[in-house]
């Protein structure tokens, strides 16, 4: 059961990293076109809401997935 639980969180870390450095990447992009074409509107909010989920579900992932490993470490 332990193993599950440790496997379910590093999953959810691994696809909340892969949100964020893919909305990264993603509004770094954007930025950049939008600078070479002077557009003034903003970026679109779609690449804001895959950036904001992976930081989101970094913030959660991540303690809960260590805090997991340190509680499995003590046993």
């Not at 989101?56 to 997991?68: D, K, T």
Request: positive net charge; aromatic residues 6%; without cysteine.
């Amino acid at each position: 059961m332990a193993k599950s639980r440790s496997t379910s969180w590093g999953y959810a870390l691994s696809a909340s990293t892969v949100l964020l450095l893919g909305g990264a990447a993603a509004l770094l992009q954007a930025g950049i076109a939008a600078d070479e074409g002077r557009l003034g509107d903003g970026i679109l909010p779609a690449l804001w809401l895959v950036f904001g989920t992976g930081l989101l579900g970094l913030v959660i992932s991540l303690p809960s997935y260590v805090g997991h490993l340190r509680n499995e470490r003590i046993r």
